[in-house]
């Protein structure tokens, strides 16, 4: 009964159903276009929910929804045992973590901060350094799945830390996701998500390239679509996203401008560590492309446009 209710179940044994009934108080931070319907996802499975986003009026359709707005991201994470924070970038994490009036001043001693944010591995441990001497904890648990993966609560999700920690996040993590994997300590679910940024943006990038040089050839897109998922080429991106770009469809599930970050975000860890990467750094100036000629806010299949330009080809059916 549950499970046909809400898809984000799907996977649920019966230990963690039990645990899963019992309500949780999260206080939520930053309703963008994924943390909006991840929160939504919360609230719907009966969870006290407070929320706080930087542009309160934010908060107002998840209030109608039967969450509790907070006055800043303290008062979201006092009184809460858990509190997730989903912003765009490092220094947002940090600032709404531990900046003035942060996460940090209103969590309680032996509560779990989860980030789902997708950051710098080495600034995730260091906020969770922060709070571990403030003596509350915290997971990173960026996702993946875009807007649509977020409204079904069947996101990917990839989290760090420590891994009792983890277990007891996990009747939370259930409602917004199906696909939940424990990477390893601190840092680990960032680092597995900039390595699924690496994969899936290289993917999309060969794709936009390879309807493009369809298309200059006068193919059938639909065909070649079909045959790309059918064979050894097949990913969630072409099964996804390659209908939706050849109808010309560019609304945001994953924004061009979050693609840029993500793969900036590869690069700084890469040199961190001395580590040659020779496509990512390709990959990254494909973005930044879509980025710079105007396409930041629409979905990662609007690179296609800087191809159609560059070539005169169109790759719409």
């Given at each position: 009964?549950?499970?046909?209710?809400?898809?984000?179940?799907?996977?649920?044994?019966?230990?963690?159903?039990?645990?899963?009934?019992?309500?949780?108080?999260?206080?939520?931070?930053?309703?963008?276009?994924?943390?909006?319907?991840?929160?939504?996802?919360?609230?719907?499975?009966?969870?006290?929910?407070?929320?706080?986003?930087?542009?309160?009026?934010?908060?107002?359709?998840?209030?109608?929804?039967?969450?509790?707005?907070?006055?800043?991201a303290a008062e979201a994470a006092r009184g809460s045992e858990v509190t997730i924070t989903c912003v765009s970038d490092s220094a947002d994490v940090e600032d709404v973590?531990?900046?003035?009036?942060?996460?940090?001043?209103?969590?309680?001693?032996?509560?779990?901060?989860?980030?789902?944010?997708?950051?710098?591995?080495?600034?995730t441990r260091k906020i969770a350094a922060a709070l571990q001497e403030q003596g509350s904890h915290m997971i990173d648990a960026p996702v993946s799945g875009g807007v649509?993966?977020?409204?079904?609560?069947?996101?990917?999700?990839?989290?760090?830390?420590?891994?009792?920690?983890?277990?007891?996040?996990?009747?939370?993590?259930?409602?917004?996701?199906?696909?939940?994997?424990?990477?390893?300590?601190?840092?680990?679910?960032?680092?597995?998500?900039?390595?699924?940024?690496?994969?899936?943006?290289?993917?999309?990038?060969?794709?936009?390239?390879?309807?493009?040089?369809?298309?200059?050839?006068?193919?059938?897109?639909?065909?070649?679509?079909?045959?790309?998922?059918?064979?050894?080429?097949?990913?969630?991106?072409?099964?996804?996203?390659?209908?939706?770009?050849?109808?010309?469809?560019?609304?945001?599930?994953?924004?061009?401008?979050?693609?840029?970050?993500?793969?900036?975000?590869?690069?700084?860890?890469?040199?961190?560590?001395?580590?040659?990467?020779?496509?990512?750094?390709?990959?990254?100036?494909?973005?930044?492309?879509?980025?710079q000629t105007g396409h930041g806010d629409e979905g990662i299949q609007a690179y296609v446009k800087v191809l159609e330009a560059l070539s005169g080809v169109e790759a719409?059916?």
């Open positions: 009964m549950v499970q046909s209710s809400f898809s984000g179940l799907a996977g649920l044994n019966a230990d963690n159903l039990r645990s899963y009934h019992t309500m949780k108080k999260i206080g939520f931070v930053g309703l963008g276009l994924i943390g909006t319907p991840m929160c939504k996802n919360l609230v719907a499975a009966g969870h006290d929910v407070k929320v706080w986003n930087r542009t309160a009026s934010r908060t107002e359709p998840l209030v109608a929804n039967g969450a509790q707005a907070a006055a800043s973590i531990l900046g003035p009036d942060g996460v940090i001043q209103g969590a309680a001693s032996d509560s779990i901060v989860i980030d789902m944010s997708t950051i710098s591995p080495a600034v649509t993966g977020a409204a079904a609560g069947t996101l990917s999700i990839m989290a760090g830390g420590d891994r009792a920690i983890f277990d007891r996040c996990l009747p939370v993590l259930e409602a917004m996701g199906t696909k939940i994997t424990y990477c390893g300590p601190s840092g680990m679910g960032q680092v597995t998500k900039l390595a699924n940024q690496i994969t899936g943006l290289g993917t999309m990038a060969a794709m936009c390239e390879a309807l493009v040089f369809a298309a200059s050839n006068g193919a059938d897109l639909d065909a070649v679509l079909s045959a790309l998922g059918g064979g050894a080429a097949a990913s969630w991106m072409v099964e996804n996203l390659g209908p939706v770009l050849v109808q010309g469809k560019f609304d945001p599930g994953f924004m061009v401008k979050l693609a840029h970050k993500d793969l900036r975000l590869v690069l700084e860890a890469a040199t961190e560590n001395n580590l040659p990467l020779v496509t990512t750094p390709i990959v990254t100036q494909v973005f930044r492309s879509a980025q719409r059916t």
